[in-house]
């Protein structure tokens, strides 16, 4: 960064500018929007110029410039449209002990001037160290569309209240407040209503926030489904809808944490190497402590918060703090699996149960009921399964499983990289260790594909053949 960007406190400052020209004219465009004391020397001066100094907007001096035109001048501009004549009244200037700009002269200045976007009092400066002129304009065109002109007035409405919003406390509280005035509140009041609706919005939005700040804390345990944002039940976003907090997983997909609100506070808790590993007491120490400051948490789980999600340590925590909490349930990953292989959890005349298991506990791999398990027709879902899947497939051949037992493994449900395989108890491994899965995925002991075609809940179609041609 050769230039350092600054804003310039120029009211009452005096700023010198030599020229009388096209390059002065547009130089004087920017500078007549500062409170500075302007002074034009040129000893012939374009129309424009002795209309804006008959006006008393700038002072004008008609001559040449000279030695001492630029004592105690904050800025000098040389602006003659001329290279020999400006390099000597930046000379000049200079020797004043002015800070000096040579129009169209990068070297030849001391600083530039940026583009800018005007929404005074906002006030956005585009440098590019002179290397693209073209490329500044381009974001600032890009900025101007972006940035409203109602900008201008929602930061000068906005400033005045600033001790008002003062009765918030400070940090995240007054920042939600702020955020929701010029993101929504503010300009819909002001497409409305103009300037003295955008005031009477102020007092609205601040009662709301300090009344909000009055309620108790909460967590939501709320069920994100399986990865499809289609699946998630309508109250699981109005919960999101509604968060000052959204904790989340690893397996919560950014399609979904996109619908959270947009002020909420996001924290991953899932992250390889920080999250992955994020102890559960941290975790419950976290939702904890949000809530009991009034904030509205959303512990944002996959799948069902309550199948395999440490739901109950989480809820201990929160009761033993004397918060309110409650459970808003979604759609399992085994309820996605068997729906991508167009099966039933459970079938007449095939099995009045279904299992529903984790191949890895606190302890590692973990032990069931394989006796139980390995009887023909039984059906289990099986989560963190992947793994494990050597264990189990030993296991349940020791307890005299049928090798022929179908199993399935379904990756990424209901997402749009969802992918299945279809093999048997007795080929279980090596099929999944070649078939290379890195996604979430849960293994189906006892369910094939239903032959056919069966789309996803994107409906993407996958073609299933015949198990028996599959091996
Ligand atoms: N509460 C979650 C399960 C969390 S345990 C639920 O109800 O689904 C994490 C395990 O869930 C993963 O190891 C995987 O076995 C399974 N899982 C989660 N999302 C999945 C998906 N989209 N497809 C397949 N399995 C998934």
Redesign the pocket.
């Known amino acids: 960064m050769k230039h350092f960007p600054i804003f310039l406190a120029l009211d009452g400052r005096r700023v010198v500018l030599s020229g009388g020209g096209p390059a002065a004219l547009a130089k004087l465009r920017l500078l007549l929007k500062t409170e500075a004391r302007l002074t034009v020397i040129a000893p012939d001066p374009d129309p424009q110029i002795r209309e804006w100094a008959a006006e008393g907007r700038l002072r004008l001096v008609e001559r040449g410039t000279e030695p001492g035109d630029a004592l105690c001048a904050a800025l000098f501009y040389a602006a003659n449209d001329d290279d020999a004549e400006d390099a000597r009244v930046a000379a000049l200037a200079r020797r004043d002990g002015a800070t000096v700009n040579m129009v169209d002269n990068l070297d030849g200045s001391d600083f530039i001037t940026p583009a800018i976007v005007d929404r005074d009092p906002v006030t956005v400066a585009i440098g590019t160290e002179g290397a693209a002129p073209v490329l500044a304009r381009a974001i600032k065109r890009d900025l101007e569309e972006r940035l409203p002109p109602v900008l201008g007035p929602l930061a000068r409405i906005g400033k005045a209240f600033r001790q008002m919003a003062e009765a918030l406390p400070m940090g995240r509280a007054r920042r939600d407040f702020w955020a929701e005035y010029y993101a929504t509140a503010g300009p819909r009041a002001h497409a409305a209503g103009g300037e003295a609706a955008v005031r009477a919005t102020l007092d609205t939005l601040l009662a709301g926030h300090l009344q909000a700040r009055a309620a108790p804390g909460h967590v939501a345990f709320v069920?994100a489904g399986?990865?499809d944002p289609d699946l998630l039940t309508m109250k699981a976003r109005k919960a999101l809808d509604a968060a000052d907090v959204v904790v989340f997983d690893r397996?919560v997909t950014p399609q979904i944490l996109e619908l959270a609100r947009r002020e909420a506070e996001m924290i991953d808790v899932g992250k390889e190497g920080f999250g992955r590993h994020t102890p559960q007491a941290k975790i419950n120490a976290l939702i904890v402590d949000r809530a009991a400051r009034g904030h509205q948490v959303v512990r944002l789980?996959?799948?069902?918060?309550t199948?395999?999600?440490r739901l109950d340590e989480e809820i201990e925590a929160v009761t033993a703090a004397g918060l309110g909490w409650s459970i808003v349930p979604?759609i399992?990953?085994?309820s996605?699996?068997v729906a991508a292989i167009g099966q039933s959890l459970t079938r007449r005349g095939r099995n009045g149960s279904v299992r529903i298991l984790t191949g890895h506990d606190m302890k590692g791999f973990a032990d069931h009921d394989w006796a139980a398990l390995a009887r023909p027709g039984e059906v289990a879902a099986i989560?963190?399964?992947?793994r494990a899947a050597r264990y189990i497939q030993g296991r349940l051949m020791m307890h005299g499983a049928d090798p022929m037992t179908p199993v399935t493994v379904?990756?990424?449900?209901?997402?749009p990289d969802e992918r299945t395989l279809a093999t048997t108890l007795s080929r279980l491994e090596p099929s999944l260790g070649d078939a290379g899965f890195d996604?979430?995925?849960?293994v189906l002991l006892g369910l094939a594909p239903r032959t056919g075609v069966i789309r996803n809940s994107y409906g993407t179609p996958t073609e299933h053949p015949a198990l028996q041609e599959a091996l």
């Open positions: 069920g399986p990865g397996l789980k996959s799948g069902d918060p199948v395999f999600g979604g399992t990953a085994a996605a699996s989560y963190m399964g992947k379904v990756e990424n449900a209901s997402r996604g979430p995925a849960l």
